[in-house]
């Protein structure tokens, strides 16, 4: 058990999918899952353990921003001994290169949150995905065939901004997307020795204010799902609880 993951211990594979929408997180175990078990409702936030091709995998929402995913990404680290968290968010893209329903892979993720400055005192922190996830994901990726572009990405703390043109020096300096979680992710990652991977998949775009319909929501989000899938499959996680 932990604060905020009523679990036994045991219930979380040491691989975790972290969509930041509860209900996604419900959908994946149910419809790419087998043998599920829910382990998880504590405020709404539930999360799944079942097997993928024979592979323990759970799949556990993160809420929406870092301080969010920090509680949960904490707990099922230190609490449950997740070794490979990898999320499954959408993005605003701020590159013309990167076209609605694009797969991004987060190499880095830079932030305008103060989260890394109260821990590293001011300093800067250079926040990154886990080598082998990220060498893994990206030949899973290539060997599907799917378009993608690996890259940094900026997580804001902020949605809406009132300043329209924010975003613009993050793309000036080749920042691909923007989302509000992977930052702190990545950061406690390393902080407790495990690995990390974002996927991301467009869902609008900062530069031409296009959206996603809900129909091509679903579809890019499915080649993500299955991706992220194949890599824990490939990574192999062992028995649940281990
Ligand atoms: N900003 C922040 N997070 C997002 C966006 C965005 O434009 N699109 C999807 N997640």
């Avoid at 899973?140 to 703390?157: R, T």
């Avoid at 080749?174 to 390393?190: D, F």
């Avoid at 499915?222 to 062992?238: F, I, K, P, Q, Y």
């Amino acid at each position: 058990m932990s604060i905020h993951i009523g679990a036994p211990d045991g219930a979380v594979a040491e691989t975790v999918l972290l969509p930041g929408d509860p209900l996604r997180a419900q959908f994946v175990a149910e419809n790419y899952l087998e043998d599920v078990t829910q382990y998880n409702a504590v405020r709404g936030m539930l999360g799944f353990t079942g097997t993928y091709q024979g592979v323990p995998v759970s799949v556990q929402g993160s809420g929406m921003g870092m301080p969010s995913l920090a509680i949960y990404a904490t707990e099922l680290i230190t609490a449950y001994h997740a070794k490979r968290l990898i999320r499954i968010g959408s993005c605003g893209s701020i590159q013309e290169s990167l076209h609605l329903r694009d797969i991004v892979l987060a190499m880095a993720a830079s932030t305008d949150s103060a989260m890394n400055r109260m821990r590293f005192h001011g300093m800067d922190y250079a926040a990154t995905a886990g080598w082998n996830l990220f060498r893994t994901a990206v030949d899973v990726l290539e060997s599907k065939g799917l378009p993608f572009l690996a890259g940094n990405i900026l997580s804001s703390d902020t949605f809406y901004n009132d300043d329209p043109d924010l975003w613009k020096v993050w793309q000036t300096h080749g920042v691909l997307a923007i989302e509000m979680e992977t930052n702190q992710l990545y950061t406690l990652a390393a902080r407790y020795g495990v690995e990390a991977l974002t996927f991301l998949t467009v869902s609008d775009s900062l530069v031409t204010g296009e959206e996603m319909s809900s129909a091509a929501r679903q579809s890019s989000f499915h080649d993500m799902v299955e991706s992220a899938l194949t890599v824990a499959h490939r990574l192999g996680a062992g028995p649940a609880g281990k």
